[in-house]
């Protein structure tokens, strides 16, 4: 599966931006799907996720009322909105997927995606 993420820019605090992934390959129907952020000069850091076939979307606590995770399964794609964004947001984002269903604890493991798109660099100015 390749996967290409954007949507990524300059917003200034409090705005808003849409990231999208686009899969080729592979449907994200069928597969685990998350987004990852890094930072620099800091490791990937959890956004969100969500596994195949459940309803519940998890989120990082850094972002949890603020982002949300949508899909379009017509377009084969997969959204974050990012609204009410802070500085501290700035980051490239990524979007991951994996076959396999991961257990809950270990979603926000970077090491266990094993499939990665290019990264849309988002940033936030205050």
């Known amino acids: 599966v390749q996967l290409q993420a954007s949507g990524g820019g300059l917003v200034q605090a409090g705005g808003s931006l849409r990231l999208s992934c686009a899969a080729s390959g592979r449907t994200f129907s069928l597969v685990n799907m998350a987004w990852f952020r890094q930072a620099p000069g800091k490791e990937r850091e959890f956004v969100a996720a969500?596994?195949?076939?459940?309803?519940?979307?998890y989120y990082a606590d850094s972002v949890k009322g603020r982002f949300t995770v949508s899909k379009d399964m017509a377009k084969n794609s997969v959204h974050l909105q990012m609204n009410s964004l802070k500085p501290e947001d700035t980051a490239v984002y990524f979007c991951a997927v994996k076959e396999n269903r991961p257990i809950s604890s270990a979603i926000a493991l970077a090491d266990t995606w094993p499939n990665w798109g290019q990264g849309t660099l988002v940033t936030v100015s205050s």
């Open positions: 969500y596994r195949r076939g459940d309803t519940n979307i």
